[in-house]
């Protein structure tokens, strides 16, 4: 599927016209997935990416248990605690939020921030459950380890449709309804340019991919709820920052601020009410934490 570029009166406007928006929430409903390039000053993130890549060298040493050990995959998230590099411009992107208030209903809640780093090596992570922007720092590419997807497969899956693996980090679909699909609908891996945002409905079926290029290939997710979800998770800040990360007419920012040592321990860590919703779902899905799954 294309990318969607903003033209020249969009950019303008800093919003996609109605028939753009009839498409792209057209496409993103069937497909489970959307990428929108062109969508910012790719000069915001420059600073962004070098903090990253720097930092990733003394990350990638001493592996948390539930990344990629053998793999290099590391979880690493976006400096909020170096406000002078725009972080916040993140989560605030006009085009982003503008899809997803038509995808998820209006005003929908900002609950987390996450980023991954796949270096040279294997990883797998098919998981469910919200809409994930995730912005790409690089070109994603098949042998840079652009993000695999089901696409459609959003649209049935089940909680019964998965497993615990080997990796415990999360589930993962069975295998015998993965090769099922294979055969009809197989997965594709998404270019996006730099500076690109690719959204993903977190119910669609998604992997994490190796990286056979030297160089990290790094995104920064925002994740975003529907406000009758009722989602636990809250975004863990800086205290400090509380102006940069405001709440508008177009999202509600579900800020926890905390000092600046328990924010860095905090950073690139998923917690397990991140995506856990208050409500109480038949499948018992909803009361689930991510540790059990
Ligand atoms: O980094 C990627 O390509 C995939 C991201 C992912 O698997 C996730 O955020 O759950």
Known sequence: MPAFIPTEQERAA?????????QAVRAFNRDGFLVMEDIMDTSVL????????????DIRKPHKAEEGRATGNFLQAAPAHLPELGSDMLYKNPFVLQVINAYLG?????IYTAGNNATKGERCDRGCIQVAAQTVLCDFTPESGATEVWPGSHRF?????????NSGFAMEI???VVE???ETHPPVQVPCRYGGVFLRD???WHAGMPNSTHADRIMLACGYTARWYQCEGTVKLPIGTEHLYQS??????MSEFLPLEEYLNMRNVITPNQFQTRLHLDDGCGRRDIEEM
């Open 14 to 22: 800093q919003q996609f016209s109605p028939d753009t928006l009839f």
């Open 46 to 57: 420059d600073g962004i990416r070098d903090f990253l890549v720097g930092e990733g060298d």
């Open 106 to 110: 209006a005003r929908p809640q900002f």
């Open 157 to 165: 899956t089940a909680i019964t449709d998965h497993e615990e693996k």
């Open 174 to 176: 069975r295998s015998e």
């Open 180 to 182: 099922k699909r294979r």
């Open 202 to 204: 977190m119910r669609l």
């Open 248 to 253: 508008s007419d177009l999202v509600e920012v």
